[in-house]
Nanobody, 120 residues
Framework: QVQLVESGGGLVQAGGSLRLSCAASESILSFDVMGWYRQAPGKQQRELVAVITRGHSTNYGDFVKGRFTISRDVAKKMVYLQMNNLQAEDTAVYYC?????????????WGQGTQVTVSS
C-alpha cells in the first residue's frame, strides 16, 4: 500500500514562506505524476496547487502566480512545495497526491494532509 506523509505545515504571517514535504513509501518515479492539492475552509473541492510528472514537467494552479515551486528528490523519495509570499487566502489543508496507471486505469493515492494557516 502506497503511503504519502506530508509535513511542514504551520502558522505563518502574510508575506511569509513555508516548505511542505511529502515522503513517499516507494520510488516517486513509479508514479505518473505527483503533486499538491489544497482544500480551503468551507470548500468541498480540492484544488490543484502544483504537480510534477515523471518526466519532470510541472504545472501550477492559476492562483500560484509564481509564488510556489514544486520540486522533488528522487533518491529521498520526496516531493516538496516551496511557498513564498503567502496570503490569507492560501489558508487550507494541503494534500500530497500521486497517480499511476496511465490513462486507462489511473489509481490515485493521497496523504493525510497538513494544515497551513496564514494570518493577515
Amino acid at each position: 500500500q502506497v503511503q504519502l506523509v506530508e509535513s511542514g505545515g504551520g502558522l505563518v504571517q502574510a508575506g511569509g514562506s513555508l516548505r511542505l514535504s511529502c515522503a513517499a513509501s516507494e520510488s516517486i518515479l513509479s508514479f505518473d505524476v505527483m503533486g499538491w492539492y489544497r482544500q480551503a475552509p468551507g470548500k468541498q473541492q480540492r484544488e490543484l496547487v502544483a504537480v510534477i510528472t515523471r518526466g519532470h514537467s510541472t504545472n501550477y494552479g492559476d492562483f500560484v502566480k509564481g509564488r510556489f515551486t514544486i520540486s522533488r528528490d528522487v533518491a529521498k523519495k520526496m516531493v516538496y512545495l516551496q511557498m513564498n509570499n503567502l496570503q490569507a487566502e492560501d489558508t487550507a489543508v494541503y494534500y500530497c497526491k500521486s497517480v499511476r496507471g496511465g490513462t486507462w486505469a489511473p489509481v490515485a493515492y493521497w496523504g493525510q494532509g497538513t494544515q497551513v494557516t496564514v494570518s493577515s
